[in-house]
């Protein structure tokens, strides 16, 4: 550990009994908050952490960028409920469980959607919000230090930024690795073999796709740069407390005014100052949760705030009637396509397998690497991929398009679910159908990786909603109910269809890889119809790209929502959530990006109010 970071207890007892503000999960949105409001120096703050401070390897690591998902000691343990669409199959639900939450385990793609994705969430309120593109562009702008590619790499790999779109002040950072496999910018030029295929000219400008974008990395350390080392290491704040194994179990409701949290102290290896018993600590400003889209909610309802009819069977008394919570969960389906060119190793060299299977490659990387942390194994999952709008990828988008807003939207959602929350649903599902139907919003992500394989595709807008609830066999004890309710909207089938059907066209229909041979494994020839394809995915689709979100949704209340612009729980004084769960809808992206900057703009809405101040 930093020995200059700000104070940190791991016991209960050494933490003070009151602060301007107690912040529930020191993860993503957490630390960052955290750091905002203490900058001050004078604003007391508490984070309380269920997971540890971890200096492990798996979360420093870069290389294949999936060191820290394989950690089970730094994740939950959570199965989701066996997926009735998907043979009854059932999915880990990843997220982080150490300081700097899921930012400390996830592949560091570091990528943020479209302009609409953001105008849509400020749609949803009217048309003058401050959630939009241009509202949210300052802080995407100070939640990362963009450090742009080496001059030499930049040239060869014909990599384009632009820093207009990037910010340099944050101690997050958004870098690059000094080597890209020739084939990656042979597969990003590949697309322009198909027609309509857009390029942009940088990742964070806004625009679907085909490009370029960083890794959430130190590239002077070639470290995954994360939520701890950007908003808690080196800080020396004395009034910035952190209090890790710290388990809160529910906020403190004086009325309907926050007024504190109970937390009880969680292992491992700690001496447990006193099990199963809570220590109080009270909030002088506000409480603000930020454990998480999975926790959050869980959170909330143990609090009584949620759905009186669940909360009357959990025997736990309603304080406010907020049906929206734990409602609305999305994230994002990957879908198991496989495809492989027979001719890439022969025409490509080096290409991206030839670091597991060409013994000389392996060595001269591994070479590099230990003299001075260049070369292949600074790659993390890679800097290249298509996000694309439907249109382009599917020539049938009018019709589905079509259906989608005629389609009985509350028939898709759980029996029982409240009418806010399904005009709310309502709401969304039209949104999405409009864009369905132009070039603004991303429906389609292939990430590109310079190697002969692929084929995971993604979902960037899925229409199905889940939903996470407390177990009400033993609410505060257990986890969460999760439940993705994956292809429960049957257009998700028919459009996941055509995103399997468009990289059909790209590997074996496509004039500027015909030379490369392509070949399909998965799905495979066979598969041709819907039908297919939908048996296809009910066997193989993957629920979750562990991009939990939605839950507590920012949305007006009649819509289902759970906090408002101002992201405050609807019905509560003093009580805010900000993490992924205020997100009403996936970005055509991984999320981590985005939280960040919702982090940072919620900073300045508790400090300053709203409407915010442009920063740049
Ligand atoms: C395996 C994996 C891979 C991913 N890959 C990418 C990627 O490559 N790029 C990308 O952009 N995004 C990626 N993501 C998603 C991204 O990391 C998350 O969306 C983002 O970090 C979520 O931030 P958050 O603040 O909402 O939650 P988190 O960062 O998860 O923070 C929540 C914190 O709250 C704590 N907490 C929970 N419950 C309690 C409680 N009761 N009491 C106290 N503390 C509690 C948790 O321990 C955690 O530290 C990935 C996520 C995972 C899990």
Known sequence: RDLRASKVFHNARQVEGEYDYVIVGGGTAGLTVADRLTEDGKTTVLVLEYG?????????TVQGGFMGMSDTS??????????????????AVLAGKVVGGSSAVNAMMTVRGTAEDYDRWGSFFSNSSHWSWEGLLPYFKRALNFVPPDADVT?????????????????????????QYPGTTFHMEAFRGLPGVPFAPDSGSGKPGVYWYPTFMDPKRVLRSYARTGHYDGLNRANYHLATGSKVVRVLLNGTTATGVAFVQVGPGRPMANPGLETVVRARKEVILAAGAVHSPQILQLSGIGSSKLLASANITTVVDLPGVGQNFQDHPMISASFTFRNFT?????????LYTN??????????????RTGPNSIATGNAAAWLPFPVISPRWQDISHLLTTQNHTAHLPPGTDPSVAAGYRAQMLSYASALANNNTAFYNLVLTGGASNGILVDLHPLSRGTVNIDLRDPKGREPVVDYRALSNPLDAQIMADLIRFTRRYYLDNPLTASLAGRESQPGSAVQTDGEFRTFLEATLSPSEFH??????????ELGGVVDEELRVYGVEGLRVVDASVMPTLPGANTCQTVYAVAEKAADL???????????
Request: glycine share 6%; with cysteine; proline share 6%.
């Open 359 to 372: 013994r000389t490659f392996s060595t001269w990387s591994s070479t590099l690497w230990q003299t001075n």
């Open 52 to 60: 540890q401070l971890s200096n492990s390897t798996s979360i420093t």
């Open 346 to 354: 022969s025409t490509f060299n080096p290409s991206q397998e030839d």
């Open 74 to 91: 730094l994740l939950y343990d959570i199965t989701s409920v066996p997926q009735v669409n998907l043979r009854n199959r059932t999915t």
């Open 606 to 616: 508790i400090r300053y109010g709203a409407p915010t101040a442009m920063v740049e």
């Open 155 to 179: 040239k060869s790999a014909n990599i384009t930024y632009d820093t207009r779109f990037w910010g340099n002040t944050s101690g997050v950072y958004a870098g690059w690795p000094s080597f």
């Open 548 to 557: 939990p979100a939605g839950t507590c949704a920012m949305m007006p209340r």
